[in-house]
């Protein structure tokens, strides 16, 4: 009994570490977070207000519209359920899903490896997907080797 709750306690402890990584992380890094001014949100303006007017009982289609879709404005419609006056509520929604994709990456790294290189593996997806500069310019760089190389 103690062998498993030990076991338990250990396995419990990454997915834990995970969430308050990514919730610290999109602080610092997402506009919608509490450390960032609100005026430089232009697609999500429009969003947000799509998904407040979802909530308020305005028909999709038929009142409002936008090229995004339904599940968008769903999104921002929880979002503004859960704080009606910022983008708070799209910053927590975000730390969530962040949350859920590092607990799944480091879920399924200890399929392969154990322990510290699981959490990793996990860091170095949120390395990836959390920081944008990275897959701003470091594709570019790429591409830019390949074509010189084909000519």
Do not use: E
């Not at 921002?76 to 962040?98: E, T």
């Not at 154990?114 to 990275?134: D, T």
């Not at 310019?137 to 790429?142: A, E, N, S, Y």
């Amino acid at each position: 009994m103690t062998n498993s709750h030990s076991r338990m306690r250990v396995v419990g402890r990454y997915p834990l570490l995970l969430t308050i990584f990514a919730v610290v992380v999109l602080l610092f890094i997402s506009k919608d977070s509490y450390l960032h001014d609100m005026g430089n949100h232009y697609d999500s303006a429009w969003f947000l207000t799509c998904g407040r007017a979802w909530v308020n009982g305005l028909l999709p289609y038929a009142d409002f519209s936008d090229s995004k879709g339904p599940l968008l404005w769903a999104i921002y419609a929880v979002g503004y359920v859960l704080n009606r006056h910022s983008y708070v509520g799209v910053f927590w929604l975000s730390c969530a899903a962040w949350a859920f994709t590092l607990v799944a990456a480091y879920k399924t790294a200890r399929l392969y490896v154990c322990g510290a290189s699981a959490y990793v593996a996990a860091l170095a997806v949120a390395l990836f997907g959390l920081f944008p500069v990275l897959h701003q310019c470091c594709p570019k760089r790429f591409i830019g080797t390949m074509n010189m190389r084909l000519l």
